[in-house]
């Protein structure tokens, strides 16, 4: 059985390029594998191991580094990931903006206290994450704001800015980092009324015994693709060419291709990129 830790935290951390090396090595040999990304302006991973107390320990030395980081768990029986990368960037999600996450600090609400929230149609609760994330799971009544990338929101806010002045507005994620980016963005909105859904989607799922105002599956940035709402791993598979979510019956189109194409983005590429990734594909199912 494999461990999963999701975590972020956002801090100034100018010497982040010094964590990386001594981070490698803790996790070389707990057997750690995963996605951790450092910044200026903090920390954010998805980790995994089968190894006992391989994801305390890592907690711990982390908590030792930086302070206290909040690890979210769930399980898996196969591996979600087929490597430890540790990547240093400038941000901890593109955005587009100068936004600093540590310099905007959100009003969260628990799992409960988000349930309270959601129902008061008063409310107006966004989906903050991508359009083929919102499309496998969403919290019921919630807006999506159609976007492939996380910088198109800013944009997204300029255009719907007047339908949201003076609302409460509620925000949520995955696991609630780019919630502490958009707040940036609705700062310079003017738009102050902001909750946020502690730990996000990840959280509640985890938390909360009322489920049902989420509706489908949540999308995971790993080999899982998604988790259902008892956080164990959903029949989503991925496309290997733009990395969108695919259900059983996308998988049976006509421009569905293993590794190469599927509808999403089969008007996207250009043939020469299908060549490629064909190829791609090719050595993959030599091994």
Same mark, same amino acid.
């Given at each position: 059985?494999?461990?999963?830790?999701?975590?972020?935290?956002?801090?100034?951390? @100018?010497?982040?390029?010094?964590?990386?090396?001594?981070?490698?090595?803790?996790?070389?040999?707990?057997? &750690?594998?995963?996605?951790?990304?450092?910044? /200026?302006?903090? &920390?954010?991973?998805?980790?995994?191991?089968?190894?006992?107390?391989?994801?305390?320990?890592?907690?711990?030395?982390?908590? %030792?580094?930086?302070?206290?980081?909040?690890?979210?768990?769930?399980?898996?029986?196969?591996? /979600?990931?087929?490597?430890?990368?540790? *990547?240093?960037?400038?941000?901890?999600?593109?955005?587009?903006?100068?936004?600093?996450?540590?310099?905007?600090?959100?009003?969260?609400?628990? /799992?409960?206290?988000?349930?309270?929230?959601?129902?008061?149609? *008063?409310?107006?609760?966004?989906?903050?994450?991508?359009?083929?994330?919102?499309?496998?799971?969403?919290? +019921? #009544?919630?807006?999506?704001?159609?976007? *492939?990338?996380?910088?198109?929101?800013?944009?997204? @806010?300029?255009?719907?800015?007047?339908?949201?002045? #003076?609302?409460? &507005?509620?925000?949520?994620?995955?696991?609630?980092? +780019?919630?502490? *980016?958009?707040?940036?963005?609705?700062?310079?909105?003017?738009?102050? %009324?902001?909750?946020?859904?502690?730990?996000?989607?990840?959280?509640?799922? !985890?938390?909360?015994? %009322?489920?049902?105002?989420?509706?489908?599956?949540?999308?995971?940035?790993?080999?899982?693709?998604?988790?259902?709402? %008892?956080? !164990?791993?959903? #029949?989503?598979?991925?496309?290997?060419?733009?990395? $969108?979510?695919?259900?059983?019956?996308?998988?049976?189109?006509?421009?569905?291709?293993?590794?190469?194409?599927?509808?999403?983005?089969?008007?996207?590429?250009?043939?020469?990129?299908?060549? $490629?990734?064909?190829?791609?594909?090719?050595?993959?199912?030599?091994?």
């Amino acid at each position: 059985m494999f461990k999963i830790g999701t975590f972020y935290k956002c801090f100034e951390f @100018l010497k982040y390029k010094e964590l990386a090396d001594g981070l490698r090595d803790h996790c070389v040999k707990r057997q &750690i594998k995963g996605t951790i990304i450092l910044t /200026p302006e903090g &920390i954010n991973s998805t980790v995994s191991s089968a190894k006992d107390n391989a994801l305390e320990d890592l907690n711990l030395y982390l908590s %030792d580094l930086i302070g206290e980081v909040v690890f979210r768990y769930s399980f898996s029986n196969t591996s /979600p990931f087929k490597r430890l990368k540790i *990547k240093t960037r400038q941000e901890l999600v593109p955005t587009g903006t100068n936004g600093k996450a540590y310099n905007h600090k959100g009003k969260y609400l628990t /799992p409960s206290e988000w349930l309270k929230f959601i129902k008061d149609s *008063k409310n107006i609760i966004i989906d903050v994450r991508n359009d083929y994330e919102n499309k496998v799971g969403t919290f +019921r #009544d919630s807006i999506s704001p159609e976007t *492939k990338n996380f910088r198109e929101f800013r944009s997204f @806010l300029k255009k719907n800015k007047k339908k949201f002045e #003076d609302k409460n &507005i509620g925000i949520f994620c995955t696991g609630g980092i +780019r919630c502490e *980016k958009a707040l940036h963005s609705f700062e310079k909105e003017g738009l102050r %009324d902001i909750y946020q859904l502690q730990g996000g989607i990840l959280n509640f799922l !985890a938390e909360s015994k %009322d489920k049902s105002s989420w509706q489908g599956d949540c999308f995971v940035f790993d080999e899982r693709v998604t988790v259902t709402k %008892d956080l !164990a791993p959903g #029949d989503f598979r991925q496309c290997y060419a733009c990395r $969108r979510p695919l259900s059983e019956e996308d998988l049976n189109r006509s421009e569905y291709k293993k590794g190469i194409s599927c509808h999403n983005c089969f008007f996207e590429k250009s043939e020469s990129d299908r060549i $490629r990734y064909a190829e791609r594909q090719k050595q993959f199912d030599m091994k």
